[in-house]
């Protein structure tokens, strides 16, 4: 069942008409199968998004942002971390191995609940698993490799 809390954030993000994209767990999830996950990452690309824009959006969903000026969500090294795990949401300013404008460009459409959302291209998405390198993301890498091997795209 969706998170409400996740549904009201991607409505909030779409009606200030935020770029941004779901990654991490959610996306190998959408092209794969269900895993365990803690969190919830969203993308929302430095380069394509007004930060002023994007700090209204999460004031509007309710975050909090104590502390968070406008500016932080140009500088590339910030993480927000909102609520705490399994609803926990992780906003990323940067991804590393992805072009935000080729991310954008090969997004995939999909739903959460009733909300639209954004999802990030299975080709990103294995340039960023590739970028991390971490233990989890060597797993995912793996796990959406096969399924792409067995013909989804």
């Known amino acids: 069942m969706p998170s409400s809390d ?5 409505s909030a993000l ?6 941004y994209l779901v990654i991490g767990a959610h996306a190998v999830i959408f092209y794969s199968e269900p895993r365990f996950t803690k969190d919830l990452d969203i993308w929302i690309p430095a380069e394509l998004n007004d930060p002023r824009s994007v700090y209204k959006a999460l004031k509007f ?11 932080d969500f140009q500088d590339q090294s910030v993480i927000l ?5 399994p609803v926990r949401v992780d906003i990323l ?7 935000a404008i080729e ?26 698993k590739k970028a991390s390198g971490r233990p989890q993301d060597k797993l995912d890498l793996a796990r959406i ?9």
Not at 6 to 10: G, K, P, Q, R
Not at 81 to 85: D, L, S, T
Not at 145 to 153: A, C, N, Q
Request: glycine letters at 12%; a positive charge.
């Open 81 to 85: 971390q909102i609520g705490i795990a």
């Open 61 to 71: 969903y309710g975050a909090p942002l104590k502390g968070v000026r406008p500016g």
């Open 103 to 128: 991310a954008w460009k090969h997004r995939r459409h999909s739903r959460y609940g009733k909300i639209a959302i954004n999802i990030m291209g299975l080709d990103e998405l294995i340039l960023s």
């Open 145 to 153: 490799v096969k399924k792409r091997k067995s013909g989804y795209s």
């Open 6 to 10: 996740y549904e009201d954030l991607f």
């Open 14 to 19: 779409n009606a200030h008409k935020i770029k």
């Open 93 to 99: 300013i940067k991804v590393p191995g992805v072009s």
